[in-house]
């Protein structure tokens, strides 16, 4: 009986896999939980920040998985065939297996969003050029170049003057997504 269970808890823990990973593909769909800065693949926790939370639908897949996997290699050997002793054993491997993806999924997130995301604070200072020009009072845009990229974004000239196409400016205050600009003369 209980090898019933864990062929079940493995197949419906890759089913689920595949499943959110096809689904994931094909739609494409990276939404977001609401109250929290993590995507719906990430799962919802209390902590209000993105990553990857140990109650994602991701990690309880691996969980059941691993518990399912764990299980059967357990019942093949003569020492842990009993219920009694392999259902712990898989529970325990289950759960370090979960806990090792957390971690790494955890780091993995944590690089490629700290390295992907433009310091916005270091912008003021640096020089952009107009590249739509910004009416009296408007708004236009601007290119810059931080970190060997080049970037795009919405500005206004910080005394409302017009600023021509092409005209070099220099960032001086952001707020929010709103880039204050001043003319270099």
């Known amino acids: 009986m209980i090898f019933f269970v864990y062929v079940i808890c493995l197949g419906a823990g890759f089913l689920f896999t595949l499943l959110a990973a096809v689904m994931g593909h094909v739609f494409g769909h990276d939404g977001h939980v609401v109250g929290s800065h993590g995507s719906v693949e990430a799962g919802e926790d209390g902590s209000d920040s993105s990553g990857v939370s140990a109650f994602s639908p991701t990690i309880i897949a691996a969980f059941v998985t691993a518990f399912g996997g764990l299980g059967l290699i357990f019942t093949q050997v003569q ?88 005209q070099p400016v220099k960032i001086a205050k952001i707020i929010g997504s709103q880039f204050y600009v001043t003319i270099i003369n």
């Open 79 to 166: 020492a842990t065939k009993s219920p009694l002793i392999s259902a712990p054993l898989a529970i325990v491997g289950a759960l370090v297996i979960a806990s090792l993806m957390v971690r790494v999924l955890r780091q993995l997130f944590a690089h490629t969003q700290s390295s992907s995301e433009s310091h916005v604070a270091t912008l003021v200072g640096v020089c952009a050029n107009i590249i739509s020009p910004i009416p009296a009072n408007g708004m236009g845009e601007i290119a810059y170049v931080q970190g060997g990229s080049r970037y795009t974004a919405p500005a206004r000239e910080l005394t409302g003057q017009p600023v021509a196409m092409g």
